[in-house]
């Protein structure tokens, strides 16, 4: 009987001692968990926008003077311009075109000649001379209307816009001509050489067959001799 006492007494005592555990570790848990745990953040003000009036709100626009169409000349205007002239120049007989290169001319002195700002030639003055002085293909005039075509083409004025892409077209176009041209003169000079020296050859071969044929013809017959009186 005391054994079976002694067991019990032990048997409820260990129970105890595991409970008084299992309090103590629950309790050790609450408090770090409290202690870990971030305090209550106090609750974030609302910032209120103070009302705009409609005034600041809306945006100011400016709206840009409108310029007058007809007192506006674009550059696709002054482009089609110089074109009804070239096809205009086109059209023109010998004598027209003629008259033509020296109304022009009397516009634009030749280099050399100097003139001042105030009577210097416009764009337009410039670019209509250089297509008159193309028109007649001559190599001189078309070195002067190139010399034309590149004061447009560097001018700072304002009316040389419009001409300033056309300008360095025609200037590219004529460039590479001019080489062409200064090319197929100096073949033509080459070939007129080499004809020059085939020739003299010529000349020299018959010469010599010439000779030949003389020194292989046959020598005259011998007749009697002529009796002395």
Do not use: W
Request: glycine residues 4%.
């Amino acid at each position: 009987m005391r054994i079976e006492i002694d067991t019990a007494n032990r048997t409820r005592r260990l129970r105890n001692g595991r409970s008084r555990l299992a309090v103590a570790a629950c309790s050790a848990l609450l408090a770090a968990c409290q202690h870990s745990s971030p305090p209550a953040s106090a609750p974030a003000a609302v910032e209120v926008a103070a009302p705009t009036s409609a005034a600041a709100a809306a945006p100011v626009t400016e709206t840009a003077p409108v310029p007058n169409p007809a007192t506006v000349t674009t550059d696709e205007d002054a482009l089609a311009d110089l074109l009804r002239y070239a096809e205009r120049l086109r059209a023109m007989g010998a004598v027209e075109r003629k008259q033509e290169l020296i109304t022009q001319g009397t516009q634009v002195p030749k280099s050399g000649q100097g003139t001042s700002p105030a009577v210097a030639p416009s764009p337009k003055i410039l670019m209509q001379f250089a297509l008159a002085l193309l028109q007649t293909r001559e190599p001189v005039e078309t070195a002067r209307a190139l010399g034309l075509l590149q004061r447009v083409a560097s001018s700072t004025e304002a009316d040389a816009s419009a001409y300033t892409a056309l300008a360095h077209v025609l200037i590219d176009n004529l460039t590479t001509i001019r080489r062409l041209e200064d090319n197929l003169e100096r073949t033509t000079q080459q070939l007129r050489e080499s004809q020059r020296r085939i020739d003299a050859l010529n000349e020299r071969l018959d010469a010599m067959r010439a000779i030949e044929r003389s020194m292989n013809a046959p020598p005259p017959p011998h007749g009697p001799r002529p009796v002395r009186p």
